[in-house]
């Protein structure tokens, strides 16, 4: 390879690196847009089930799914665990309509 050629490919590396960098970049901010609008539908889900009397209960409610998810990385659980951790807690199944069969 003469050196124009090894330009040429580490030129193509940097723009590959920046197109990556770039699209995780765009996928936090989807993920971060999708986050928040599930959390303001279950704080309208909390105000539509309690009322104007339950709205005191919307940030902490919201802060313990909050702290519910992130077990997954603090404590390494799978979200199949956390389901299971649910059934067992609880007698509530949680599934998708194409996981019925499970």
């Known amino acids: ?12 590396q940097q723009v590959k690196a920046e197109v990556w960098r770039e699209l995780e970049r765009r996928q936090d901010i989807m993920n971060d847009a999708r ?6 539908g279950v704080a309208l ?3 539509e ?7 005191d209960k919307i940030v902490p409610f919201v802060q313990e799914v909050n702290r519910q998810m992130g077990r997954m990385h603090t404590e390494n659980l799978t979200f199949d665990q956390l389901k ?4 067992r807690k609880t007698g509530v199944v949680f599934c998708w309509a194409e996981d019925e069969e499970t």
């Open 1 to 12: 390879m003469n050196r124009q050629q090894r330009r040429l490919y580490a030129r193509e």
């Open 84 to 87: 299971d951790e649910l059934y």
């Open 49 to 55: 089930l309690y009322g104007p009397n339950g709205d």
């Open 45 to 47: 889900a909390v105000h």
């Open 35 to 40: 986050t928040q609008c599930y959390m303001v």
